[in-house]
């Protein structure tokens, strides 16, 4: 008992020594090491209040005061921490000035404006600042809400009475007072540096509010003075062209040009030092570069091909032989399109560039007529482009652009006339674009004549300017396709046994080109919107009609969502045949092995994960909701139940063919009485090529569900057999010696397992021998087969062993009243038999 007490007296100590221990211990790990600013600030205040806290007893008063001057203390660190980092504004600052000017300087231009492409230019100027200006706004309303907060934040720290409370111990009294007012007086310092940045914001925010109503005013301008323009332009504006100087009608060419020079530079240098045009830049300059460097290793490549060089070079018109003009053209007509709202004098120079630089390229490839009418085309284009790009219309300009037009129509009608008697060599179509060119050129000149002159300068300015832009588009898909051509090319070698080496370039032409044909026609159709300004009316039209929100049944839905769901589905259908082609392609070409089979098989997988991703991507863009989704499966599920059952038979069997494998593409099987290859596992039905080039289609259920013979599951071995029969009398073990000496002679025959003779049977007329080899590629078996069945009849020809012949026994019936009409029959035929009833043949 003794030892049991004293057991637990030294358990009692052990426990008093070591819970303060445990306590210290788990104060040290809880005790976080700090690295912030605002972490330390905060150490600091707690140490220099550690006094303070230290008299804390049990007056519950002076535990809430001391509280809240820590509490007070940590947010002004935290607060002032925050102000002095500042509110950068300084960007804003630096541009209200400049963008103030600009202002008033397009108020004024609108006033003198008289056409139409110069209001519209105004007008994307105009949307680019109220860009700007919205986020600027949006950036100080932030800054107002965080002084807002602030200001929020001293309010309280005035109104707290708890500070105002004086303990009861006068030491402690003291010591509070100095911490409240030490802490008055730094929270005094940050409400007025929190007033000084009210009203900093306050000021910068009351300009950009200015600005933006100045920018409403001038953009109600701008569309007041379009609609006006528009039934002006309708009616006998200017008079006809024998009544040219009607009152009203601008006289002076060179305050016109004047003008026009000095509103379309400021424009032009708006255009390229504008910020938020800085990403277009980037871009249109990356493209530059990056197709001309693939241009050029492309061409240096292909340098290194020997004999190949020159007929790659003679396959190509432009690519190789104008690296440099190619890369230019491309770029030339892509690059408006990666600016929003581009200018028209920069639109106009991106053109006259194109047009200059197909001269270059087509001078020696194009048929000499066609390089004719384009010298005149061009010519023309300039000189509408120039009067364009005119704020006043003026009677010069007016007779200049009719004499313009009947001169573009008459070269235009002389090719026509060429193009009717030949058009080979042409490019497609072009025909058809002639005659509509010689059309819109003729309805300018008779509103020009009528006095419709506004609209007669867009429509011949938005014919010559928009040919020019569709031979541009022409040869920039000539270009991809010969950059696309070297590209392929330059990767083959003779030896080599890489993918691209199997690509063919015509198949890869008839898919991509098509492509980038109807990518081209909606560029081109946008810029025709464009030069006949009517874009922004279709952008305004078609967003209102997308966005517009129409009812079915419960449900509400915008025409916008499923365009998105649409397109987003389309692309990764898309996607997926791309992936699948080239995949399925390279495996076609190519040697494979069982395991790189069953890595080709697995593309069904990525097929089907590319549809489902798509189809929740889909969703989710078109903003479709959830529970919609799984109403529409729950239906689904309904008609399943009713007449779907084949259908989703063939989708769960693709998906078990997917991971089980038990067919591959490039197998090739036998299934419903048909052999060949398996070209494609699609995701309800398979392609099986036979051997006469027809293509089989078998529901995926039926590989699933029927026998099915695969002869290449494993390896592409097959055992060929060949029966062979000589006649009794021949030497059996001779001709077992001459048929293993061919079979192991013979180059393409397996040697592992090796080929067996075998003395098979005794026939009624022969001895029958069967010859056993293995192929390697089961696509050679037959051709196999034969050349050994040729060895050996060549060899037992040699030898002098006859190969037996089948022989066929007919027996012929004749009834007794018949013996006398067969016995004059063989008498006429010298053919007496030796009894009557039967003969043997």
Same mark, same amino acid.
């Given at each position: 008992?003794?030892?049991?007490?004293?057991?637990?007296?030294?358990?009692?100590?052990?426990?008093?020594?070591?819970?303060?221990?445990?306590?210290?211990?788990?104060?040290?790990?809880?005790?976080?090491?700090?690295?912030?600013?605002?972490?330390?600030?905060?150490?600091?205040?707690?140490?220099?209040?550690?006094?303070?806290?230290?008299?804390?007893?049990?007056?519950?008063?002076?535990?809430?005061?001391?509280?809240?001057?820590?509490?007070?203390?940590?947010?002004?660190?935290?607060?002032?921490?925050?102000?002095?980092?500042?509110?950068?504004?300084?960007?804003?600052?630096?541009?209200?000035?400049?963008?103030?000017?600009?202002?008033?300087?397009?108020?004024?231009?609108?006033?003198?404006?008289?056409?139409?492409?110069?209001?519209?230019? %105004?007008?994307?100027?105009?949307?680019?600042? *109220?860009?700007? !200006?919205?986020?600027? #706004?949006?950036? $100080?309303? @932030?800054? /107002? &809400?965080?002084?807002?907060?602030?200001?929020?934040?001293?309010?309280?720290?005035?109104?707290?009475?708890?500070?105002?409370?004086?303990?009861?111990?006068?030491?402690?009294?003291?010591?509070?007072?100095?911490?409240?007012?030490?802490?008055?007086?730094?929270?005094?310092?940050?409400?007025?540096?929190?007033?000084?940045?009210?009203?900093?914001?306050?000021?910068?925010?009351?300009?950009?509010?200015?600005?933006? %109503?100045?920018?409403?005013?001038?953009?109600? *301008?701008?569309? !007041?003075?379009?609609? #006006?323009?528009? $039934?002006? @332009?309708? /009616? &006998?504006?200017?008079?006809?062209?024998?009544?040219?100087?009607?009152?009203?009608?601008?006289?002076?060419?060179?305050?016109?040009?004047?003008?026009?020079?000095?509103?379309?530079?400021?424009?032009?240098?708006?255009?390229?030092?504008?910020?938020?045009?800085?990403?277009?830049?980037?871009?249109?300059?990356?493209?530059?570069?990056?197709?001309?460097?693939?241009?050029?290793?492309?061409?240096?490549?292909?340098?290194?091909?020997?004999?190949?060089?020159?007929?790659?070079?003679?396959?190509?018109?432009?690519?190789?032989?104008?690296?440099?003009?190619?890369?230019?053209?491309?770029?030339?007509?892509?690059?408006?399109?990666?600016?929003?709202?581009?200018?028209?004098?920069?639109?106009?120079?991106?053109?006259?560039?194109?047009?200059?630089?197909?001269?270059?390229?087509?001078?020696?490839?194009?048929?000499?007529?066609?390089?004719?009418?384009?010298?005149?085309?061009?010519?023309?284009?300039?000189?509408?482009?120039?009067?364009?790009?005119?704020?006043?219309?003026?009677?010069?300009?007016?007779?200049?652009?009719?004499?313009?037009?009947?001169?573009?129509?008459?070269?235009?009608?002389?090719?026509?006339?060429?193009?009717?008697?030949?058009?080979?060599?042409?490019?497609?179509?072009?025909?058809?674009?002639?005659?509509?060119?010689?059309?819109?050129?003729?309805?300018?000149?008779?509103?020009?004549?009528?006095?419709?002159?506004?609209?007669?300068?867009?429509?011949?300015?938005?014919?010559?300017?928009?040919?020019?832009?569709?031979?541009?588009?022409?040869?920039?898909?000539?270009?991809?396709?010969?950059?696309?051509?070297?590209?392929?090319?330059?990767?083959?070698?003779?030896?080599?046994q890489n993918f691209i080496s199997y690509i063919d370039f015509k198949v890869v032409q008839k898919k991509f080109k098509g492509?980038?044909?109807?990518?081209?026609?909606?560029?081109?159709?946008?810029?025709?919107?464009?030069?006949?300004?009517?874009?922004?009316?279709?952008?305004?039209?078609?967003?209102?009609?997308?966005?517009?929100?129409?009812?079915?049944?419960?449900?509400?839905?915008?025409?916008?969502?499923?365009?998105?769901?649409?397109?987003?589905?389309?692309?990764?259908?898309?996607?997926?045949?791309?992936?699948?082609?080239?995949?399925?392609?390279?495996?076609?070409?190519?040697?494979?092995?069982?395991?790189?089979?069953?890595?080709?098989?697995?593309?069904?997988?990525?097929?089907?994960?590319?549809?489902?991703?798509?189809?929740?991507?889909?969703?989710?863009?078109?903003?479709?909701?959830?529970?919609?989704?799984?109403?529409?499966?729950?239906?689904?599920?309904?008609?399943?139940?009713?007449?779907?059952?084949?259908?989703?038979?063939?989708?769960?069997?693709?998906?078990?063919?997917?991971?089980?494998?038990?067919?591959?593409?490039?197998?090739?099987?036998?299934?419903?009485?048909?052999?060949?290859?398996?070209?494609?596992?699609?995701?309800?039905?398979?392609?099986?090529?036979?051997?006469?080039?027809?293509?089989?289609?078998?529901?995926?259920?039926?590989?699933?569900?029927?026998?099915?013979?695969?002869?290449?599951?494993?390896?592409?071995?097959?055992?060929?057999?060949?029966?062979?029969?000589?006649?009794?009398?021949?030497?059996?073990?001779?001709?077992?010696?001459?048929?293993?000496?061919?079979?192991?002679?013979?180059?393409?025959?397996?040697?592992?397992?090796?080929?067996?003779?075998?003395?098979?049977?005794?026939?009624?007329?022969?001895?029958?021998?069967?010859?056993?080899?293995?192929?390697?590629?089961?696509?050679?078996?037959?051709?196999?087969?034969?050349?050994?069945?040729?060895?050996?009849?060549?060899?037992?020809?040699?030898?002098?062993?006859?190969?037996?012949?089948?022989?066929?026994?007919?027996?012929?019936?004749?009834?007794e009243n018949g013996v006398a009409e067969a016995k004059a029959i063989a008498a006429a035929k010298n053919e007496v038999p030796?009894?009557?009833?039967?003969?043997?043949?």
């Amino acid at each position: 008992m003794s030892e049991r007490l004293k057991l637990f007296v030294i358990f009692i100590i052990a426990l008093f020594f070591l819970i303060p221990c445990q306590n210290s211990f788990a104060q040290a790990k809880k005790k976080k090491v700090h690295h912030t600013l605002r972490d330390s600030l905060r150490e600091r205040v707690l140490q220099r209040d550690s006094v303070i806290r230290s008299f804390r007893h049990s007056d519950g008063s002076v535990n809430i005061l001391l509280g809240k001057i820590e509490d007070y203390t940590s947010a002004y660190v935290e607060t002032n921490s925050d102000l002095a980092r500042g509110f950068d504004t300084l960007d804003i600052s630096e541009q209200l000035p400049a963008l103030e000017k600009r202002m008033a300087l397009m108020r004024k231009a609108i006033g003198n404006s008289t056409t139409m492409g110069f209001l519209v230019s %105004i007008r994307g100027m105009v949307d680019h600042l *109220k860009d700007q !200006l919205n986020s600027w #706004e949006d950036q $100080l309303t @932030a800054y /107002n &809400n965080q002084l807002d907060k602030i200001r929020s934040d001293i309010a309280d720290f005035k109104k707290d009475t708890v500070l105002r409370t004086a303990p009861a111990d006068s030491s402690l009294r003291l010591k509070s007072f100095i911490q409240v007012q030490s802490l008055e007086r730094k929270w005094k310092g940050l409400e007025d540096s929190t007033e000084k940045a009210i009203i900093r914001i306050g000021l910068l925010e009351n300009r950009v509010s200015s600005l933006t %109503i100045l920018l409403i005013d001038v953009d109600d *301008k701008i569309d !007041l003075k379009i609609h #006006e323009f528009t $039934l002006k @332009a309708l /009616n &006998n504006e200017y008079g006809y062209i024998w009544n040219i100087h009607k009152e009203g009608s601008p006289q002076r060419l060179d305050t016109a040009v004047a003008r026009s020079y000095k509103l379309n530079s400021r424009l032009f240098r708006y255009f390229l030092t504008n910020k938020s045009n800085y990403t277009g830049h980037f871009i249109t300059i990356f493209l530059l570069l990056a197709f001309l460097g693939w241009i050029m290793n492309s061409r240096r490549k292909v340098s290194k091909t020997g004999d190949m060089h020159q007929k790659i070079v003679d396959e190509t018109s432009y690519v190789v032989k104008h690296p440099y003009l190619s890369a230019i053209i491309v770029i030339s007509v892509l690059a408006p399109f990666f600016y929003d709202h581009a200018t028209q004098v920069f639109l106009h120079t991106m053109l006259l560039i194109t047009v200059a630089v197909i001269g270059f390229l087509i001078k020696d490839v194009w048929p000499k007529p066609l390089y004719k009418f384009w010298t005149h085309l061009f010519g023309s284009a300039v000189i509408f482009a120039f009067s364009s790009l005119l704020i006043l219309n003026t009677d010069f300009d007016r007779v200049v652009l009719l004499l313009l037009s009947c001169y573009v129509i008459f070269f235009s009608v002389k090719f026509a006339k060429l193009l009717k008697l030949s058009a080979d060599g042409y490019p497609p179509h072009l025909r058809i674009i002639v005659r509509v060119f010689i059309g819109l050129q003729l309805v300018s000149v008779l509103l020009n004549v009528f006095g419709r002159f506004s609209l007669a300068k867009i429509t011949g300015v938005s014919a010559t300017l928009n040919l020019c832009l569709a031979m541009g588009f022409y040869l920039v898909v000539q270009i991809l396709m010969e950059s696309l051509f070297l590209q392929l090319e330059a990767n083959k070698t003779v030896n080599s046994q890489n993918f691209i080496s199997y690509i063919d370039f015509k198949v890869v032409q008839k898919k991509f080109k098509g492509v980038l044909i109807k990518i081209t026609s909606v560029l081109w159709l946008l810029a025709l919107a464009k030069n006949l300004t009517i874009d922004d009316y279709l952008y305004d039209t078609i967003n209102d009609f997308l966005n517009h929100p129409y009812q079915f049944s419960s449900t509400a839905f915008t025409f916008r969502s499923v365009l998105v769901f649409i397109i987003v589905i389309w692309l990764s259908g898309l996607l997926a045949r791309v992936i699948s082609y080239f995949y399925d392609f390279a495996g076609q070409q190519t040697k494979l092995t069982p395991q790189a089979k069953k890595t080709r098989s697995s593309i069904l997988l990525i097929r089907l994960t590319v549809f489902v991703v798509g189809f929740f991507v889909a969703i989710t863009a078109a903003g479709i909701p959830m529970d919609r989704v799984t109403i529409i499966i729950g239906a689904l599920g309904v008609g399943i139940g009713f007449g779907l059952q084949n259908i989703v038979n063939n989708l769960v069997s693709g998906v078990i063919l997917a991971f089980e494998k038990p067919v591959q593409v490039g197998d090739i099987i036998e299934v419903s009485g048909k052999s060949g290859t398996i070209k494609e596992i699609g995701i309800r039905s398979s392609k099986i090529e036979c051997g006469d080039g027809s293509e089989l289609i078998v529901p995926n259920g039926d590989l699933i569900s029927q026998h099915v013979v695969n002869w290449t599951l494993t390896n592409n071995n097959r055992r060929v057999e060949i029966v062979m029969r000589v006649v009794y009398g021949s030497d059996v073990v001779k001709v077992e010696d001459l048929l293993l000496t061919i079979v192991n002679d013979h180059a393409d025959i397996m040697k592992s397992p090796s080929p067996a003779i075998f003395l098979n049977n005794f026939s009624d007329s022969a001895v029958e021998f069967r010859v056993l080899f293995w192929a390697a590629d089961i696509g050679n078996w037959s051709r196999l087969k034969s050349n050994v069945m040729r060895e050996i009849y060549l060899a037992f020809n040699k030898e002098g062993i006859e190969i037996a012949q089948s022989q066929k026994e007919i027996q012929l019936l004749f009834p007794e009243n018949g013996v006398a009409e067969a016995k004059a029959i063989a008498a006429a035929k010298n053919e007496v038999p030796d009894k009557p009833g039967d003969t043997n043949v």
